[in-house]
């Protein structure tokens, strides 16, 4: 399960949030990410186990 990693200033600052996927891989989105294409990437990114 993917889980938003802690705010940091510089993310913070320019609207964007830090996705890390259970095994490590990391994905950085703006605010105004589509949900939908977010949860495909992250879905194929687990599978690269």
């Known amino acids: 399960m993917p889980v938003v990693a802690p705010a940091n200033s510089s993310t ?3 609207g964007l949030m830090e996705v890390v996927s259970a095994n490590g891989r990391r994905v950085i989105v703006g605010r105004d990410v589509d949900v939908e ?3 495909r990437i992250l879905r194929g990114l687990e599978a690269l186990r």
Do not use: E, G, N
């Open 12 to 14: 913070t600052q320019s």
């Open 37 to 39: 294409a977010l949860l």
